[in-house]
């Protein structure tokens, strides 16, 4: 059973930056499509970035030109690097990975507060 493992949340202030960090366990093939979604109280999970297995990336409006998503195939590892994040940007985010199946991460908070 494929497992992914988010980490790199927390509480940052407004224009502070986290890199969150997603990694397989149990599992030696690569993943097809790799992407962080997120999901803020009362609200629907909406996707934030993805990336294909050559790179090619898609971004939200709402991030574009402050988050970058990038892989890692040998690790089986996606990241995301938030920058001059905004209190709208508070949620918990997942990680989603597409093999044969699709797989979620269990979730990371991200809170953005002075």
């Known amino acids: 059973q494929v497992q992914l493992v988010e980490s790199g949340g927390g509480l940052v202030q407004p224009g502070g930056s986290l890199r969150l960090s997603c990694a397989a366990s149990r599992s030696k093939l690569s993943f097809n499509y790799m992407a962080w979604y997120r999901q803020a109280p009362g609200k629907q999970r909406e996707l934030v970035a993805g990336?294909?297995?050559?790179?090619?990336?898609t971004y939200a409006d709402p991030v574009k030109g402050r988050f970058t998503i990038s892989r890692d195939n040998a690790k089986n590892t996606v990241y995301l690097q938030m920058n001059s994040l905004k209190p709208e940007d508070t949620a918990v985010y997942y990680c989603?990975?597409?093999?044969?199946?699709?797989?979620w991460g269990q979730g990371t908070q991200v809170t953005v507060s002075s």
């Open positions: 989603y990975a597409t093999l044969i199946g699709g797989y």
């Open positions: 990336i294909t297995s050559v790179g090619g990336t």
